[in-house]
């Protein structure tokens, strides 16, 4: 019924249910362990009780077995660093927030791992493509960046019956 009507009014509806969520408990080859899908109906809460991967589960344990690996906590990047062409990172500048100290951090692979607003974010204060104009819909950093994008929608129907599927 929602599916016909939104056809109706010119929109386009599609299903959100199917997410990569675990029907049992797993660990991997190397050794991380994710909590079975809790069925909960809220993923943000299944994260929080290992049904999706994330980083605090299957990725840091993990790299923290290298001896090359150190976890700076209490930091925050401020701006990825480029070559002087602007082509190569050469690292990131972060800063100690517990007493705003500064650093410059060396690399030659830098991820952005800080979710969509804060990856645009970060994209804008270091220089990287360009930035999109809504009205000359021109450049890509912050085009389509978007998070939430559900929409939650409770009706009241009056003589309408509904069963499950058996």
């Not at 299944?46 to 990725?59: E, N």
């Not at 800063?95 to 969509?116: D, H, W």
């Not at 009205?135 to 929608?153: D, H, I, R, S, W």
Request: charged share 15%.
């Amino acid at each position: 019924m929602f599916t016909n009507a939104a056809r109706n009014a010119g929109y386009h509806p599609f299903s959100a249910g199917r997410r990569p969520m675990l029907s049992q408990p797993y660990t991997n080859p190397d050794g991380a362990k994710f909590g079975g899908c809790q069925y909960c109906g809220y993923c943000h809460a299944s994260v929080a009780r290992q049904g999706q991967g994330q980083p605090a589960y299957d990725g840091d344990p993990i790299a923290m077995r290298n001896p090359n690996f150190e976890l700076r906590t209490h930091s925050w990047v401020t701006k990825v660093l480029k070559d002087t062409d602007g082509k190569r990172v050469t690292g990131v500048t972060y800063t100690n927030v517990l007493n705003g100290e500064e650093f410059e951090q060396p690399a030659t692979i830098v991820l952005l791992c800080a979710y969509a607003i804060n990856n645009v974010h970060l994209m804008l204060l270091s220089g990287i493509g360009t930035p999109y104009d809504p009205v000359a819909q021109k450049g890509g950093v912050g085009k389509n960046y978007c998070y939430q994008t559900g929409a939650n929608a409770t009706a009241v129907l009056r003589r309408q019956i509904f069963q499950s599927p058996s």
